[in-house]
């Protein structure tokens, strides 16, 4: 032992585990040595004595074990240090079977499998219990194999860099983002949690006897391959949170009865669920940075997202002016930008459903209270001029923007149906191709509002007062197509195989004629036809009386079975492409937020038994994480699926709302749903693919 430490005393700073010393019961009650890692393996909050602890490095090839050996009586051991195991590698210990102290008479139990991922700089302290174990988990979902963790470098860290905001990785209590205001009475996320923790921990102290045999039985996901410890039953609920939820609800009742005489659970964690979730989700809600009432987001190559808001903290926003700027947030939540005002400058007033980030990690934004287009570099410094690109105030509403593969950046105006087209992205030479009927293919356009380019290089375009998408080649673009869709058509996806996901918001059926039809006639008197769009779509129920998603092929031809309609698409905004092909689905509408997960075509990726546009996600979407009604929802390299909440309180939008509730118009942040989605590279030019 003195011969390591030696080593370590002596060696460069930055040099990593890579031994594993057994420490017994006496030896192990020292204090923790200042020049190593002490660790304790904990079950039910008590030791877990002879268990087998095992050191691992992740990175894109098979881990690497740097070291094992077994805990002591009080269930602890000492890390020292050793070789670094690489700078893109993230260390994980997993322990393995041992004696759950908790239970006085049981004795050593093979279904123990605990599991704590550190990243690449592992804290002095480190407990492993079912805290690290759910944390680790749920954010390593998409890397996961038994205890194999593997991928590629940016997403193993954006996955080892959100655990803390779960778990205290020094103590094994909560982190600190479980815990805040926004996320610990507001949503039911810390309840899931604990409950996860609670049914784990029946297994890990054989407490009751069958225990493990019902928890891998409540777990066994549609696949139908049942779990065989703790660490395999909880990635299968994470892998398919939204099956029979019930079944593992269930066993909370099963290993923690309520003692006569008493009104409580004894269970080990709290607080734990008094009803069944739809699905054992644990979405996280982020704020700060200046962002209020956010509208299209974009990761750039470091994973940091980007996002414009419709208003600014502490304003009275309401949807005659918009006049936010713009919030930039590291991969794990963390608000990058100033505090109350976000990113100013450079144009940005009111940001919309226009947002990009190009090869060179610069952000571009499109305003409505500027009726402008800014662009800011990585570190937010504004790159065009104090009112923005305008055209001398000839721009109107400006929503969509995209970069292509070859470095062009195409921006549309929704009011005056305009399009804008950047060579290779160069400020300098902006380009106002056509306005209204002025020429093709802004002719076809119906107040265009978001847009896609394919692998053909042709431009897809959806319309808001429309029924039908526009397609024409970037090369040529008064070369117009249209295509049937549905009514006001809004995000639009493109998955790997070159197939167009169109959201339409009022549907595709007689309601969504209906509610054209009455905002056409809003339109005609000159009255607000934003906030009969938003009241309409507010009031949507999912299914026949909800959105719905077109589904066109490359050559334009809509796919068999669409439109799809369901319950978790009662008001369709955004349509997002994950790395394998299915499609993520946000909603402005109804005052409990909800999204939806739909089969792509590439159905092998699906549950069994599911076809092309059926729901993945539960009937009524998934909830929590306090999501509001939102506009855009994106997928970052890890898997993670962040939701931007757009507005709250409706009827504090418009007119005259009680001085009380006068600032709440504005959605509150971005509600993150962890490893739930096949990663996606960032940032995304082109059709999504996967990293």
Request: hydrophobic fraction near 40%.
């Amino acid at each position: 032992m003195d011969v390591e430490m030696n080593r370590w005393n002596s060696g460069a700073a930055g040099r990593w585990v890579a031994a594993v010393i057994v420490v017994s019961g006496l030896l192990s009650a020292r204090p923790a040595r200042a020049d190593g890692t002490t660790g304790q393996v904990l079950g039910a909050g008590a030791p877990i004595a002879k268990s087998t602890v095992t050191l691992w490095a992740a990175s894109a090839g098979d881990p690497k074990q740097l070291a094992q050996a077994q805990t002591g009586a009080d269930g602890r051991f000492t890390l020292s240090a050793g070789a670094a195991p690489g700078k893109d590698a993230v260390l994980y210990l997993v322990a393995k079977g041992g004696q759950a102290t908790a239970n006085k008479g049981g004795g050593d139990n093979p279904a123990i499998a605990l599991l704590a991922v550190l990243g690449n700089k592992p804290p002095a302290k480190v407990v492993i219990n079912e805290f690290t174990t759910v944390a680790s988990v749920w954010t390593n979902a998409q890397f996961l194999d038994g205890t194999a963790i593997k991928g590629h470098a940016l997403g193993l860290r954006i996955a080892a860099g959100n655990v803390p905001n779960f778990v205290d990785l020094e103590t094994g209590g909560y982190g600190g983002t479980i815990q805040d205001p926004l996320n610990s009475s507001q949503t039911p996320t810390m309840a899931n949690f604990a409950t996860l923790a609670d049914v784990l921990s029946g297994c890990v102290t054989g407490v009751p006897p069958n225990a493990c045999s019902n928890l891998f039985a409540a777990s066994t996901p549609p696949t139908g391959v049942a779990p065989t410890d703790t660490l395999t039953a909880a990635e299968a609920i994470a892998r398919y949170p939204w099956y029979q939820p019930e079944r593992l609800f269930a066993l909370l009742a099963q290993f923690y009865a309520i003692p006569k005489g008493k009104t409580m659970r004894a269970v080990p964690f709290m607080p734990y669920l008094k009803f069944s979730p739809s699905a054992w989700v644990l979405p996280l809600k982020v704020t700060g940075g200046g962002f209020r009432a956010g509208g299209k987001a974009m990761f750039d190559s470091e994973g940091n997202l980007w996002v414009g808001d419709n208003f600014t903290v502490g304003w009275q926003g309401q949807d005659d002016l918009w006049q936010g700027n713009a919030t930039k947030f590291a991969p794990n939540g963390r608000p990058l930008s100033p505090m109350t005002t976000g990113f100013a400058g450079g144009g940005m007033q009111g940001g919309t459903f226009g947002c990009a980030v190009d090869a060179k990690d610069n952000a571009w934004l499109t305003s409505y209270g500027g009726k402008s287009i800014a662009v800011f570099d990585k570190n937010g410094k504004p790159l065009t001029p104090p009112e923005g690109i305008t055209f001398d105030g000839e721009l109107g509403l400006m929503q969509g923007v995209i970069v292509t593969p070859s470095g062009d950046v195409w921006v549309l105006g929704v009011e005056k149906s305009q399009l804008v087209f950047f060579p290779k992205g160069d400020i300098s030479k902006a380009k106002l191709l056509c306005e209204g009927d002025s020429a093709e293919p802004c002719k076809s356009f119906k107040m265009p509002f978001h847009l896609g380019i394919d692998q053909q290089d042709r431009i897809w375009v959806t319309n808001g007062s429309g029924d039908y998408v526009v397609r024409f080649p970037a090369s040529d673009p008064s070369k117009v197509e249209k295509f049937k869709s549905g009514y006001s058509g809004s995000g639009l996806g493109i998955d790997s195989q070159g197939n167009v996901w169109v959201t339409n918001r009022f549907g595709s059926g007689v309601h969504g004629l209906e509610r054209m039809l009455k905002l056409g006639i809003v339109m005609l008197v000159g009255g607000p036809v934003d906030r009969a769009l938003a009241y309409s779509m507010f009031e949507q129920k999912g299914g026949a009386d909800g959105g719905s998603v077109t589904l066109f092929r490359p050559d334009g031809t809509e796919y068999p079975g669409s439109p799809f309609y369901g319950g978790s698409l009662p008001g369709p905004w955004a349509a997002t492409i994950a790395g394998d092909d299915t499609v993520w689905v946000s909603n402005f509408a109804g005052a409990v937020g909800r999204i939806g997960h739909l089969c792509g075509v590439k159905t092998e990726n699906c549950p069994p038994g599911m076809k092309t546009g059926d729901q993945i996600s539960p009937p009524d979407g998934y909830v929590g994480g306090g999501l509001q009604m939102q506009t855009d929802l994106a997928i970052d390299p890890a898997g993670n699926v962040w939701v931007i909440d757009n507005w709250q309180d409706i009827n504090s939008c418009y007119g005259n709302p009680p001085e009380g509730l006068s600032t709440r118009c504005g959605g509150q942040g971005v509600t993150i749903f962890y490893g739930m989605a096949k990663p996606v590279r960032a940032p995304q030019i082109g059709p999504a693919k996967a990293p």
